[in-house]
């Protein structure tokens, strides 16, 4: 049994099966088709005034579960969806005024089960995830994704704030100096000047804070937040 595909807009064949009967001595061919779709993804550099030299690369993924959505463990879509040898990745940059668009995508799985489309940017060969941090002609950037109907990656620079603590306590003499572990320091940020927004959860705004305490008895400890991102997603400074 042989199927013809009479034209790729209308049916994308994404799985086949054989099944014999050995009593009926028959055997049973089976071609699953569905509907096509298409998916864009467009790259922005927030608070950029000149774009990177460097173009991006992103790799299409999909799921039937929305709560997955964005996932870094989601399943890479194959370029050819009866071998699963190769995924489906593109090239952003200047020359295509970064943003492209993914077509022949199956609308289904094999089941029935709508797909939802969605992608990430690249960093050696491995997906970045949401409020991830990479580097592009040596700036760092922090990560952000709108996912929807198509995805947009907007890559925000990132800063760091260090600072130091001072002890006047005789280098510790008396023993009563707490642990680094016991002090909180807390990380606010306004985009006017006037009102702060507290950062409760550092991890998930993709900020790491460390401290450096130094050898038993130094007076001074330093510590840093780095992965700051200079600007919102919508390019508001902060």
Known sequence: VVEKAFSPNTYINIHNDMSKDEDAD?????????????????????????????????????????DNIGSTEGAPVPINETDNASSRTATLNAENQWTTEFTGL???????????YYALEMSDGEP???????????????????????TTIRNIPTTAIPGTKTWVD??????????????????SRSTDGETWTEITDLAAAGITFTWDTGEEGTNT??????????????????
């Open 106 to 116: 199956p609308k289904y799985n094999k089941d029935g089960d709508l797909y939802h």
């Open 26 to 66: 028959a055997v049973t061919y089976t071609f699953t088709n569905v509907a096509p779709t298409t998916f864009s993804v467009t790259k922005d550099w927030v608070g950029m005034e000149t774009e990177p030299e460097q173009g991006i690369t992103v790799g299409l993924y999909r799921t039937t579960e929305e």
């Open 170 to 187: 005789n280098g510790n003499a008396y023993g009563t100096r707490p642990k680094a572990e016991d002090f909180q320091l807390t990380l």
């Open 221 to 238: 400890w330093t510590y840093s937040f780095t992965n700051l991102p200079q600007y919102t997603p919508e390019g508001a400074a902060y």
């Open 128 to 150: 970045v995830a949401q409020q991830g941090t990479l580097n592009h002609d040596g700036q760092d950037y922090a990560v952000d994704y709108a996912f929807g109907e198509a």
